[in-house]
């Protein structure tokens, strides 16, 4: 597609649920990161992807969050068992190569906890 | 820790007035640097990059500098428009991009 693409765009849920977060980056490009916005907040990184491995999975806050990427395509990042802290815009980007490259991003899951 | 500063201003400016905004970062190790664009509701947009080896770089009506002495950045937007009106960040690369450190914003404000 043109750009980075995110579904769903906004999903309430209750809290100890399950959530699954999916991003489509700009086809070919080969790099993949996760990050988190909270309300009023600056982003906070989560995990990085090359290709469908994860080199960095520094930022993901508890064994709670986890991701994957198939295909070298298609990411999709899950929280299992939420909680209220949880609650933010979750964005997701690519770049061409990765590297010192310009990072794209899609417009977020916006996502809130009950 | 690695963390790249924005003040929290609110910068208020007259449409076709210049506008600066600044960033200062911490990381010395940093080569890499990005500024972005945020409007309500949406993805940071792309603006403007600048790597280390050089210290100005400019692009369709904005211009970034960048003073590696003093670890400050600034974005600069030449006749600023209404549409201009959004958060902007810095973001520092590290670790060779494989992430971004992100300050906290600035928010631009134009009036016509």
């Known amino acids: 597609g043109a750009g980075v693409s995110q579904s769903p765009s906004n999903k309430v849920t209750e809290k100890g649920k399950d959530v699954e977060l999916r991003c489509d980056p700009i086809s070919g490009h080969t790099a993949l990161y996760w990050y988190r916005q909270s309300l009023g907040q600056g982003l906070e990184f989560l995990i990085y992807f090359q290709g469908n491995s994860a080199p960095d999975k520094s930022g993901l806050p508890s064994d709670r969050f986890s991701a994957e990427r198939t295909g070298g395509s298609v990411s999709t990042l899950t929280i299992q068992r939420t909680q209220q802290e949880d609650s933010a815009v979750y964005l997701c980007?690519?770049?061409?190569?990765?590297?010192?490259?310009?990072?794209?991003f899609g417009d977020g899951t916006r996502l809130s906890i009950l | 820790g690695e963390s790249v500063g924005l003040h929290l201003p609110t910068l208020s400016v007259q449409e076709g007035d210049n506008s600066i905004i600044n960033c200062a970062y911490s990381n010395s190790a940093s080569d890499y640097f990005i500024w972005y664009k945020q409007e309500s509701g949406k993805g940071p947009q792309f603006i403007i990059d600048?790597?280390?080896?050089?210290d100005k770089r400019q692009g369709q009506r904005v211009t970034v500098l960048l003073n590696k002495t003093v670890k400050h950045l600034s974005l600069q937007i030449a006749a600023t428009q209404p549409g201009d009106s959004a958060v902007y960040f810095c973001?520092?690369?590290?670790?060779?991009?494989?992430?971004?450190?992100f300050g906290a914003g600035t928010i631009l404000r134009v009036k016509s």
């Open positions: 980007a690519s770049s061409r190569t990765g590297g010192n490259q310009p990072q794209h």
């Open positions: 973001a520092e690369s590290v670790e060779y991009g494989n992430k971004l450190v």
């Open positions: 600048i790597r280390s080896n050089m």
